[in-house]
Every structure is written in C-alpha cells, then in structure tokens.
Nanobody
C-alpha cells in the first residue's frame, strides 16, 4: 500500500520546537522530491519547505527561513521537518507531499501524493 504518514505534531508554547516526520510506505523516497506544506484555518495551503530527489539545496518559504530545517533519512525512508522558535502564526495542519523525479517547489499543484497531516498548535 502506498502511503505517507505524518507524525510529531503537538501543542507547544511560543519559542518551542518540534520534529515532524513523514514516513513513506510503497515509495522509495530516494526517487521523489519531498515537500512540507501547512494549512491554517480559513487560509490556503502554503508551501514551507522542499528538498529535491537529486539532493540539491533545500528551499524554504521566507516566513520560516532560519527556523525550519528539512532533512531526509534514506535508511528509514522518512523525511523530517525540524521546526524551531515556533510562533502562534505557525499554527496549522502540516502535510508532507512527494512528486516523482521532478524539481522541488513550494506550490501544492506540483505534488502527486499527500499525507493526512499532523496538527501543530502554538499558544501560550
């Protein structure tokens, strides 16, 4: 069965950190570009980071540069998003998505497969 499963979302205070995980089954992530997106209530889905299947430098949205880091673990067939210094504006459902052998980008329409999302809530 081909699926992506996100985990690691939680409720944290401002300034907190989390590690979001996206575990793939039925895919070999080495051949897929991987992106992380988020969607807050009442807002459009926003691309926050991506990393190419070819291993080129990752891309980040301006709103998360310096705070979020995307990484991959080929052995575990998992892609991670480390999120630091979280702020209330980061509250959203976070999704991972993949696309086969294509450059990574931050537009949701570029991706073929999606996970179900994991909730991140930042409040004091």
């Amino acid at each position: 069965q081909m699926q992506l499963v996100e985990s690691g979302g939680d409720a944290v205070q401002p300034g907190g950190s989390l590690r979001l995980s996206c575990s793939a089954s039925g895919f070999n992530l080495d051949y897929y570009s991987r992106g992380w997106f988020r969607q807050a209530p009442g807002k459009e889905r926003e691309g926050v980071s991506c990393i190419s299947w070819g291993g080129t430098s990752p891309n980040y949205a301006d709103s998360v540069k310096g705070r979020f880091t995307i990484s991959r673990d080929s052995g575990e067939n998992t892609v991670y998003l480390h999120v630091d210094n979280l702020q209330p504006a980061d509250t959203a459902v976070y999704y991972c998505a993949i696309v086969l052998q294509a450059p990574c980008g931050l537009r949701s329409g570029e991706y073929q497969y999606w996970g179900q999302g994991t909730q991140v809530t930042v409040s004091s």
